[in-house]
T-cell receptor, first 112, second 115 residues
Framework: TQLLEQSPQFLSIQEGENLTVYCNSS?????LQWYRQEPGEGPVLLVT?????EVKKLKRLTFQFGDARKDSSLHITAAQPGDTGLYLC????????????FGSGTRLQVQP | ETGVTQTPRHLVMGMTNKKSLKCEQH?????MYWYKQSAKKPLELMFV???????ENNSVPSRFSPECPNSSHLFLHLHTLQPEDSALYLC??????????????FGDGTRLSIL
């Protein structure tokens, strides 16, 4: 069974702080996606990364794909209360299974 | 985003009841998915349909029965559920099933509680 581990599981910070969350696997991803899920809603796609070492930015969010394509990180600069939510990584592995496998998520709370 | 709509949003049922969850997508996608989201557990993929054909069934108990009458609609029929089946059930769609980079578009889920 291929697993995606996310850390930390929970994070509570003050507005304006920076944070990084991580997504790790022992297997190589063919691609990896990050989603954010707000209370009472379904997950919404933030970004897809495909190439090892790739960095993508979405306003204050920076996504990095590891060189070996086994891990990824999400860095948020100057967090805002609107960033509160559950951050999920989801990957496709090189083994060819076509459906996404999701990590258990990082629940972020940003206090005003 | 209203591309994927799920009804009902909340459902409370007894263990002997029969009910159905409905999902409709307006995105012209060919693949549809059912997921179960429980507290402290990763999203669990239950079923995948591609062009109305079931292509994945991940060891889901037979008390859950999916139906995909066309590429825009997906149902999950429920009967004789157990308390541990209480969870958020999410429907998603993607353009196709075979391409690995496809984003999935989720509905807002049905919160199911089994008494």
């Amino acid at each position: 069974t291929q697993l995606l581990e996310q850390s930390p599981q929970f994070l509570s910070i003050q507005e304006g702080e920076n944070l990084t969350v991580y997504c790790n696997s022992s297997s190589v991803f063919s691609s990896l996606q990050w989603y954010r899920q707000e209370p009472g809603e379904g997950p919404v796609l933030l970004v897809t990364v495909v190439t090892g070492g790739e960095v993508k930015k979405l306003k204050r969010l920076t996504f990095q794909f590891g060189d070996a394509r086994k891990d990824s990180s999400l860095h948020i600069t100057a967090a805002q209360p609107g960033d509160t939510g559950l951050y999920l990584c989801a990957g496709h592995w090189d083994t060819g299974r076509r459906a996404l496998t999701f990590g258990s998520g990082t629940r972020l709370q940003v206090q005003p | 985003e209203t591309g994927v709509t799920q009804t009902p949003r909340h459902l409370v049922m007894g263990m002997t009841n029969k009910k159905s969850l409905k999902c409709e997508q307006h995105l012209g996608h060919n693949a549809m998915y059912w997921y179960k989201q429980s507290a402290k557990k990763p999203l669990e993929l239950m079923f995948v349909y591609s062009l109305e054909e079931r292509v994945e069934n991940n060891s889901v108990p037979s008390r859950f029965s999916p139906e995909c009458p066309n590429s825009s609609h997906l149902f999950l029929h429920l009967h004789t559920l157990q308390p541990e089946d209480s969870a958020l059930y999410l429907c998603a769609s993607s353009q196709d099933y075979k391409t690995s980079n496809q984003p999935q578009h989720f509905g807002d889920g049905t919160r199911l509680s089994i008494l």
